[in-house]
């Protein structure tokens, strides 16, 4: 199965669609997936797309019965981010931000971020079998 929704930034249809692509999922499962796709959506939405409504996000989601695997793929209009620079940035453990990174990998199977060709673009993959993190 498949998703695809392109709309304005702010749109509650990336939300809407989500639920229905993981409403039959186990529950550990659609939370891993959950927080991980709304930590990603926050990021294009307010980093990214600064919240402006003229500007769209991109969703695509595949759910893989043979391979059992939900990805992700999440694009914004902003102007990207040198992710390696933050990656190699020491995270104070008790600021109040910055720990969304953290949490998409601890989550998830696969995780890549591609700013190269204008915006940003988040991929993820997880997982259906139990025991797959
Ligand atoms: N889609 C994006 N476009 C531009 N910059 C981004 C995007 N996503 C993340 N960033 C940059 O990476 C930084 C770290 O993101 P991360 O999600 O880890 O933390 P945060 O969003 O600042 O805080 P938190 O997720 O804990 O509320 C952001 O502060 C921002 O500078
Ligand atoms: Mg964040």
């Known amino acids: 199965m498949r998703w695809t929704v392109n709309s304005k930034t702010n749109s509650k249809i990336f939300e809407e669609t ?13 939370g891993d997936v959950w927080t991980t796709f709304k930590e990603a959506l926050n990021n ?41 620079k933050m990656l190699h940035q020491k995270v104070d453990p008790m600021a109040d931000r ?10 998830t199977n696969e995780l890549l971020i591609d700013c190269s060709h ?5 991929y993820f993959m997880k997982k259906l079998k139990k025991g797959g993190k």
């Open 18 to 30: 989500m639920q229905e692509a993981i409403r039959d999922m186990d529950i550990d499962l659609q």
């Open 44 to 84: 294009c939405r307010e980093h990214g797309n600064k919240f402006d409504d003229s500007k769209n996000i991109y969703l695509c989601i595949m759910v893989d019965e043979k391979r059992k695997t939900i990805e992700v793929i999440l694009k914004d209009q902003g102007s990207g981010y040198d992710y390696y």
């Open 98 to 107: 910055g720990r969304g990174h953290i949490i998409m990998a601890a989550l």
């Open 118 to 122: 204008g915006g940003t673009q988040v």
